[in-house]
């Protein structure tokens, strides 16, 4: 069973949408990441939710508001998509101090 | 405001070259340190870490990595690389008693059969 598990994959659609990424673990951790990697494959920090409890809140646009219904759980929504948002959207999750565990990434496309 | 620096942006080795790839970081306090890889089309993987105890840590694949405390570095070394090691290798800084983790920039890693 995959531990950390991203849907969609893939996700095309046009400028001015609103979509939803879905994430969940089944490996108990208490605390799930969103992370942005852009074309450059550079890695930022999104948001960090610690027991449905959001902690980390990067300068990130309110365009794009996370929501955890339970610990195992952590969405994305992103409302208004624009040509800069597309990039592959990598969820985790972590023990606490440990390694993060990856989903193997949504790939956003806006056209 | 902390910060991860890969000085290595392009890295390309052909097979059994020695690897060193840098990783220096920006933080005064007490930091988890970790190098993650991540091949074509895969996602993050964990290489190694380091939290405390012998600066030299072993990861997988013949990985190795040495903290300087003086140098805030953490730098990722093979003995001689192979064709499969071509990857995206990057460098963590997990901030102790936060849950924040901070990436390099990433190294792009290319080895020549």
């Known amino acids: 069973d995959t531990a950390v598990s991203q849907t969609p994959k893939y996700l095309v659609t046009q400028m001015g949408n609103d979509k939803s990424i879905k994430c969940e673990q089944n490996l108990g951790h208490d605390t799930m990441y969103w992370y942005k990697q852009d074309s450059k494959k550079f890695l930022k920090i999104m948001f960090s939710?610690?027991?449905?409890?959001?902690?980390i809140n990067e300068t990130v646009p309110n365009r794009f508001s996370p929501k955890s219904p339970d610990k195992a759980h952590l969405n994305l929504h992103i409302n208004s998509l624009e040509l800069g948002d597309s990039a592959v959207y990598f969820c985790a999750s972590s023990p606490y101090s440990e390694k993060l565990f990856f989903g193997s990434g949504t790939q956003l496309s806006v056209l | 405001a902390q910060s991860v620096s890969q000085h290595n942006h392009h890295v390309i080795l052909s097979e059994a070259a020695s690897l060193e790839l840098g990783c220096n970081y920006s933080?005064?306090?007490?930091?988890?340190l970790f190098w993650y890889v991540q091949y074509p089309g895969q996602h993050l993987q964990l290489l190694l870490k380091?939290?405390?105890?012998?600066?030299l840590v072993k990861g997988i694949k013949g990985f190795e990595a040495e903290f300087i405390k003086s140098k805030f570095s953490f730098n990722l070394r093979k003995p001689s690389v192979q064709w499969s090691d071509t990857a995206e290798y990057f460098c963590a800084v997990m901030l102790s008693g936060t849950y924040k983790y901070i990436f390099g920039t990433g190294t792009r890693l290319k080895v020549l059969a």
């Open positions: 380091y939290f405390s105890g012998d600066p």
């Open positions: 939710y610690n027991n449905k409890e959001l902690i």
């Open positions: 933080y005064g306090g007490t930091v988890n």
